[in-house]
């Protein structure tokens, strides 16, 4: 009588079968969706303690988002140790663009210290969905914010945390020029992340004013100690 349940466990125990960067072929024909996820997934229907439906191995919650969205820690797995968004059945699970748990717990603090928290997607998430605005229309603050914080979340194309070179460019440049506060200090948190952030936070606290020179000069004490 105990063996169906115990198979479903060994289901939810994984592996967690998608990779970072990797197209997981999820089909356009929504009509072809049931197919990916019996075969990704083995997502199977049954009875109660047998069905499978909607179980996602490998994972272990981390966050609700509400409607059954939730934000998982792969635990098993080649992806171990990244952060993924899940939707029920809408679409492929997401994986978040840091690299590991303290990465992706450092943006969800940066997101809320620059005021930057997604209007719909509320919680510790970067980019979930496209940007609000309409294709070809500028962005807002806050989705410049987001995009900014994104730069630096995302990697420095080595495995590593931090900025690439052109995207730390592009955010020295957003420090100086943009009109919105909360980009000016998305820039400062996103610089301050990887190999070289310290010298990069020198430079921002000598030659910036008002509250990014601040921040600046208060994550340089920060990583001193």
Request: aromatic share 8%.
């Amino acid at each position: 009588m105990l063996r169906r349940p115990l198979e479903l466990k060994d289901h939810a125990r994984g592996p967690f079968p998608l990779v970072p960067g990797r197209d997981p072929g999820f089909p356009e024909d929504p009509g072809a969706a049931g197919a990916w996820w019996w075969e990704v997934f083995g997502w199977r229907d049954g009875a109660p303690g047998e069905c499978s439906t909607g179980l996602f191995p490998g994972l272990l919650m981390i966050g609700e988002l509400g409607c059954g969205y939730a934000l998982n820690l792969v635990f098993n797995g080649d992806a171990r140790g990244r952060v993924v968004c899940t939707w029920n059945s809408e679409g492929p699970p997401l994986f978040a663009p840091e690299p590991d748990l303290p990465a992706w717990f450092e943006t969800w603090l940066d997101l809320l210290l620059c005021d930057a928290v997604h209007p719909v997607w509320r919680g510790p998430v970067l980019r979930v969905r496209l940007p609000r605005s309409a294709p070809g229309s500028p962005l807002d603050g806050g989705e410049r914010a987001r995009e900014a914080l994104l730069a630096g979340a995302s990697g420095d194309g080595a495995g590593g945390d931090g900025p690439a070179p052109a995207a730390a460019d592009a955010l020295e440049a957003a420090l100086r020029t943009d009109a919105d506060p909360r980009v000016r200090l998305a820039a400062v948190c996103a610089l301050s992340r990887g190999p070289g952030a310290a010298g990069r936070l020198r430079g921002i606290a000598s030659t910036a004013v008002g509250d990014p020179a601040d921040l600046a000069r208060t994550l340089l004490a920060a990583t001193a100690r």
